[in-house]
């Protein structure tokens, strides 16, 4: 199946018509990303249109981009507000088997996610358009690392149904922590100012201190400094050589 290229007729217009100017094939395509993504993780894919399906404040703006890494859609002049729990760090021995403390985890999630909160009123924004728009929504992403170091330990496969069993069960409960933390937030110091008018906005839903709360970074370089395994993702390697992008020495790290 293709599908058409559209381009503005009027880049200088915001409101201008748009031009169909080609046709791709939509499998080609999409079987070019995969091989580009398999070969050097470029280029980088985004549904927009799921994005916004998902937009907590769309009475506000639609999405247009995300982050330099991808993994935050923002509205214009929105900023983000990152923060990545070592899931590592939560195994406890039971039984001669190692086995992961919920309860240390909930008072780490509920922790982070009122830091995080902080964070919008401490910063220093450079100019007052993204000062504005952080504490309209008040957006927040907390998430993980150390994923796979986990599952090691644990002696899961990664890609095994134990291993997908694992990653939703504990997402799922960093999920309900980090939400009602934002609720109780909301009750002691109020919604996020773009509540009104919210898909929060309705008698079914809780009121929120942050339009969202999760995020899942790729945690490159935050990572390495915690000697962990980055975001949710298995481990690539058990020792690499990482090269400073802006030149110098070339360093080494060994998983241990």
């Known amino acids: 199946t293709d599908y058409p290229l559209f381009t503005m007729e009027d880049p200088g217009e915001p409101n201008t018509a748009m031009v ?4 791709l094939d939509a499998r080609d395509v999409f079987n070019k990303i995969i091989a580009g993504a398999w070969r050097n993780g470029e280029p980088g ?3 927009l249109d ?10 506000i703006g639609r999405m247009t981009a995300t982050n330099p890494c991808g ?15 070592n899931l590592d760090k939560f195994l406890v021995k039971e039984h001669d088997e190692l086995t992961i403390d919920f309860d240390h985890l909930r008072d780490v999630v509920r922790i982070t996610t009122q830091f995080l909160d902080n964070v919008i009123d401490a910063n220093s924004y450079s100019v007052i358009e993204i000062e504005k728009m952080t504490r309209e929504t008040r957006k927040i992403g907390l998430g993980v690392m150390g994923f796979a ?7 899961i496969p990664y890609d095994s149904e134990d291993g997908l069993k694992i990653g939703r069960s504990v997402m799922k409960f960093i999920m309900e922590e980090s939400d009602q933390m ?3 937030l909301a009750e002691q110091r109020g919604a996020f100012p773009a509540y009104p008018g919210s898909i929060y906005d309705t008698p079914e839903q ?12 790729p945690t490159g370089t935050i990572s390495m400094i915690a000697n962990c395994s980055s975001g949710i993702e298995p481990l690539f390697a058990l020792c690499y050589h ?10 080494l790290y060994v998983d241990q």
């Open 20 to 23: 169909e100017v080609g046709r």
């Open 45 to 47: 894919l985004i549904f």
């Open 50 to 59: 799921w994005v916004n399906h998902k937009n907590p404040t769309p009475h």
């Open 71 to 85: 993994e935050q859609p923002l509205l214009p002049y929105e900023s983000c507000n990152l923060g990545s729990i």
């Open 149 to 155: 170091d986990m599952l090691t330990r644990m002696r």
């Open 182 to 184: 934002s609720i109780e």
């Open 206 to 217: 809780p009121i929120m201190r942050n339009a969202c709360r999760l995020t899942v970074a």
């Open 242 to 251: 990482k090269h400073n992008i802006l030149g110098g020495e070339t360093l």
